[in-house]
């Protein structure tokens, strides 16, 4: 492998500490913006709920849709400041077409699957849901919104601009579910953000790092300028949508081509350049241009990079991270043989390049986030943070960790980046609670 290619690399995917400070600087504008409802890469969409109190109670459905997976939940809510518990959970997966076809189709399978799991949990009394919904919705009030456009490449027919749950609960009654009441909708964000709050008072900020990317962050309502209809409270959480940030980022040739072949193009830079979903679609790219370039796997193309879907997020962990005996068994699984040191090599560097590249950029993004947040304490802040990327990729949470630090010099002391496993699904159902329980600082 020449020495200049992979230097050429490193140069195309290096983010330096003078870059992650413009992107700083630049989200802190687009918050500002979006709050004031000025054109803006960041839609700042309000969640019309405050940071939870710990103090809810009950048992409540949640309903998790955000990417090809999706879950029903029973959660208890044991008030308190206590965690919450799942007490049943089931995951089901929707296939291309049915995330592609048309949205009634698509809202049908899913009521189909909710009437599956209450007959199973043999729930048959009235019970309030919490869904989240993890796509660009100007929610109208606490349970209900628009959706604005379909991103992760969800593009299912007649759903943009129409309102998500009325579409949701037409497919109930089609399907005769009956006694399930959707009481509140939330972005995954919001929902991890909520998680976290009922545990701990000083979190101020929920973050997804898995198939997509987004930011959640509590606000003062006095800086939001738009529109809040109803809403009375001194502060609100707002969701960023800031995977659609597009100002300043260091993007090269790799990144406009998986814009092009995606199904949203011109839309989500930052989480083409961020998310699980878009990682290893760039390995891809930087690999077949190593092949051509270079000669690198012999010049063969494996049939493994012939498609966009086919090497995965897991892949790059292992090429990453994994023992040789791991790579050399996943190399037979994928391309037929074992790999040369010099394969192997170059196979992990390409991965640590564009996983790190995510974790800076992420790491400037929850930074100028923090700079519009409402904080309980001047020396904590607590950020949630969910999803695939973070959970489980070797190495990200801890490259993330240190580049906050970097970035935010000594007042990054008092961020904790703090995992919060089902937070998604778990919120929806605290939101829920909030919802049964008057307090929404909604004025009716
Ligand atoms: C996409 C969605 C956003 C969601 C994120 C993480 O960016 O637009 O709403 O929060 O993915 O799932």
């Known amino acids: 492998m020449k020495s200049s290619l992979i230097e050429t690399l490193d140069g195309q995917f290096s983010v330096p500490l003078s870059c992650m400070r413009k992107i700083r600087s630049f989200v802190a504008k687009e918050m500002d913006a979006g709050l004031a409802g000025r054109k803006s890469s960041i839609a700042m969409l309000p969640a019309y709920c405050d940071a939870a109190s710990g103090r809810e109670q009950g048992r409540y459905l949640a309903l998790d849709l955000g990417g090809t997976n999706f879950r029903v939940m029973l959660v208890e809510l044991p008030g308190f400041g206590k965690p919450p518990r799942v007490v049943a ?20 399978v899913i009521a189909g699957y909710l009437g599956k799991f209450l007959k199973d949990h043999a729930i048959t009394s009235e019970i309030a849901l919490g869904y989240t919904f993890s796509f660009p919705v ?32 037409q497919a109930l009654v089609q399907k005769k579910v009956r006694n399930v009441n959707i009481v509140a909708l939330a ?23 898995g198939t997509g990317f987004n930011i959640a962050v509590r606000v003062a309502s006095r800086r939001i300028r738009k529109e809040t209809g109803a809403y009375r409270g001194k502060s609100m959480i707002i969701n960023m949508e800031t995977g659609n940030f597009n100002k300043v980022l260091p993007r090269n040739h790799y990144d406009r081509r998986v814009d092009m072949d995606s199904g949203n193009v011109a839309h989500q830079f930052a989480e083409k350049m961020i998310a699980g979903k878009y990682l290893p679609q760039l390995v891809r790219l930087v690999v077949l241009d190593l092949i051509r370039k270079d000669h690198f796997f012999d010049g063969h193309v494996p049939t493994v990079f012939c498609d966009k879907e086919s090497f995965k997020g897991w892949h790059m962990d292992v090429f990453e991270a994994g023992s ?17 040191p010099v394969e192997r090599r170059v196979m992990a560097r390409v991965c640590r390049l564009v996983s790190r590249r995510s974790a800076r950029i992420a790491a400037a993004l929850i930074i100028g986030a923090l700079t519009r947040l409402e904080r309980r304490s001047k020396q904590r802040m607590v950020v949630a943070v969910d999803g695939s990327l973070f959970e489980k990729y070797p190495g990200y949470s801890r490259v993330l960790a240190a580049a906050i630090r970097e970035l935010a010099g000594p007042a990054g002391k008092g961020i904790r980046l703090k995992l919060t496993k089902d937070g998604s699904g778990i919120g929806a159902a605290v939101i829920a609670a909030v919802v049964a329980s008057g307090n929404t600082n909604l004025v009716r």
């Open 89 to 108: 959970e089931a995951k089901y997966r929707l296939t291309p077409g049915q995330i592609t076809g048309t949205g009634t189709a698509l809202f049908g």
């Open 324 to 340: 040789k005996e791991a790579v050399q068994k996943l190399s037979q699984e994928l391309f037929g043989r074992e790999l040369t």
């Open 138 to 169: 100007q929610l109208l009030g606490i349970d209900e919104g628009i959706l604005m456009k379909w991103t992760k490449d969800f593009s299912a027919s007649g759903v943009v601009g129409r309102k998500v749950v009325a579409i949701q609960r």
């Open 187 to 209: 972005n995954d964000t919001v929902g991890t953000l909520q998680a976290q709050a009922v545990l701990d008072p000083d979190c101020g900020m929920g973050v997804i790092l």
